[in-house]
């Protein structure tokens, strides 16, 4: 019996529950869905997966496999394939959130055929770590304790494949809507990814050589470009599962590694974006405490366009602006500034910015960006107080004390690749400097004022 593997982010052959099924049932035909939308929507995720796709494929040739790729919406595309191929069953993975895959299973069935959806090689099952009261857990340190003493399951080694007698037909791996909506953006991003299976497992090697007990404090300063493992787009695109990066960084705990607990505590982080994203599935829109979402928030308009193309006028938010434009990527540290300064100084809908980084992140996972913004903008679960605001100048002082990550991307080089990915439309000088858009303390004692006028209405709903 010939069955489909869709391929669903998870652009891997190690540890790939929904292929090790579907290897086990018979002949696989492994698929790739490129969906319009999805190009159109998060254009630098879709160059990401679209730069993955010539490994995977060259992976799967070298196991006498193949990949199919074909352009469309899934559930048409999966209808099409099955016709194809006559195949009894598709395996992939759940969807992210998981409630919205429910057409699919209609569509499958539609075509002859049955879905079986298999979970995402996460740390953790949905569901296995919970309260003693057996609910999700809300607050990060004690699901992180209880995280640590679960046994986290080992990854599944890439199964063997056989292939069907024959083969449906290819779009090959070419992504047009996607290299469109990057448009000047593209070949300026390629330059920062590495992409592909065996890429994401040497850049996770590599760290574990060089992470010493400092990483909790380096991971913070900017300019420090090796601080981290810069594993996050890997990890969104399902190049190495989560279980896999956990167990080689345990193994080189045990081979006296600093700075891993530190480093697992992080996967922890990703891990309970999540548990929270499948506990309220739209927490992408609504904010976890409904309360908030009567927050007198601006809408869209010129502050947050000048936000979205870097000339805030406030270096740090600026320079930040411009790496993921130009990248695909921020430094963790000032995605909280320059998310903290849209969201307070400017009081601008926490909505507003997680879109524009949905657009611009290679790294975009629907679920971390979600529980970060509402973290940032106080309206999350374990959020950061809303009167809790960062000064922008203040946190360069602290974390770029040297000046080297803003003068990159504000007169350097990187202020020259941003210039070159950027639309022609936003007429960005590289040198230019704007004037602030908002006096700092002004900014903050506004917000401030706000919040005090929402603050009895949120204290009693605590
Ligand atoms: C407003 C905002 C939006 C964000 N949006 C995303 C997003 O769309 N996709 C995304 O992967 N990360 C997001 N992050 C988290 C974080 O910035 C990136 O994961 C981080 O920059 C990754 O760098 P690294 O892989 O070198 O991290 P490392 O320090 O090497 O950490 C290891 C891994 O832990 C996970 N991790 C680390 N920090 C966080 C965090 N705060 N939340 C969740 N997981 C974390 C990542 O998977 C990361 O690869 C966001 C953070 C903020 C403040």
């Known amino acids: 019996m010939t069955v489909i593997c869709w391929f669903r982010r998870v652009l891997r052959l190690d540890d790939h529950p929904a292929l090790v099924a579907a290897a086990q049932d018979g002949p696989v035909i492994p698929l790739v869905i490129l969906d319009g939308?999805?190009?159109?929507?998060?254009?630098?995720?879709?160059?990401?997966?679209a730069m993955?796709?010539?490994?995977?494929?060259?992976?799967?040739?070298?196991?006498?496999?193949?990949?199919?790729?074909?352009?469309?919406?899934?559930?048409?595309?999966?209808?099409?394939?099955?016709r194809d191929s006559g195949a009894l069953a598709v395996h992939a993975s759940e969807g992210m959130p998981f409630a919205r895959d429910q057409g699919l299973h209609d569509a499958?069935?539609?075509?002859?055929a049955r879905l079986h959806l298999h979970p995402l090689a996460d740390l953790v099952p949905r569901g296995r770590v919970l309260t003693k009261g057996g609910t999700p857990f809300k607050v990060f340190t004690p699901f992180w304790r209880a995280l640590r003493r679960t046994d986290i399951a080992e990854p599944l080694p890439a199964p063997r494949l056989r292939a069907p007698d024959t083969w449906p037909g290819s779009d090959g791996p070419d992504w047009p809507e996607a290299r469109a909506a990057m448009n000047r953006g593209w070949p300026v991003v390629a330059r920062h990814v590495q992409a592909g299976e065996a890429a994401a497992h040497a850049r996770l090697d590599a760290f574990l050589k060089r992470v010493t007990a400092g990483y909790a404090e380096a991971r913070d300063r900017?300019?420090?470009?090796?601080?981290t493992s810069?594993?996050?787009?890997?990890?969104?695109?399902?190049e190495i599962s989560a279980r896999r990066v956990w167990h080689r960084a345990l193994r080189a705990q045990d081979q006296g590694r600093g700075g891993i607990e530190d480093f697992l505590r992080e996967l922890a982080w990703r891990e309970f974006a999540r548990e929270l994203f499948h506990a309220a599935p739209d927490m992408d829109r609504t904010c976890w405490r409904p309360e908030w979402n009567d927050f007198p928030w601006q809408g869209d308009g010129p502050d947050a366009e000048a936000w979205r193309q870097g000339r805030t006028g406030v270096a740090m938010v600026d320079a930040g602006m411009r790496e993921m434009f130009a990248t695909g990527r921020m430094h963790n540290r000032v995605r909280m500034i320059a998310a903290s300064f849209l969201v307070k100084?400017?009081?601008i809908d926490w909505r507003v910015g997680l879109d524009w980084f949905a657009r611009c992140l290679t790294d975009w996972d629907a679920a971390s960006n979600a529980m970060n913004w509402q973290w940032v903008a106080g309206?999350?679960?374990?959020?950061?107080?809303?009167?809790?605001?960062?000064?922008?100048?203040g946190q360069a002082g602290k974390f770029d004390a040297r000046?080297?990550?803003?003068?990159?991307?504000?007169?350097?080089?990187?202020?020259?690749?941003?210039?070159?990915?950027?639309p022609r439309s936003w007429g960005s000088d590289p040198g230019r400097r704007p004037a602030p858009l908002v006096d700092l303390d002004q900014g903050r004692r506004r917000a401030l004022a706000a919040y005090r006028g929402f603050a009895r209405k949120d204290a009693a709903a605590l």
């Open 222 to 227: 900017p300019a420090k470009g090796d601080a």
């Open 37 to 49: 939308a999805e190009a159109r929507n998060h254009p630098a995720s879709a160059q990401r997966q």
């Open 403 to 422: 000046r080297l990550y803003r003068d990159h991307w504000l007169q350097g080089d990187g202020a020259r690749d941003f210039a070159r990915a950027a």
């Open 379 to 393: 309206c999350g679960p374990d959020a950061s107080p809303f009167f809790r605001v960062f000064n922008p100048d």
């Open 52 to 82: 993955a796709l010539p490994a995977l494929e060259a992976a799967l040739q070298a196991r006498g496999s193949r990949l199919v790729v074909r352009r469309g919406d899934p559930a048409t595309v999966l209808a099409q394939v099955i």
């Open 108 to 112: 499958v069935a539609a075509g002859g």
């Open 230 to 238: 810069g594993l996050s787009d890997a990890l969104a695109v399902g």
């Open 345 to 347: 100084h400017l009081m």
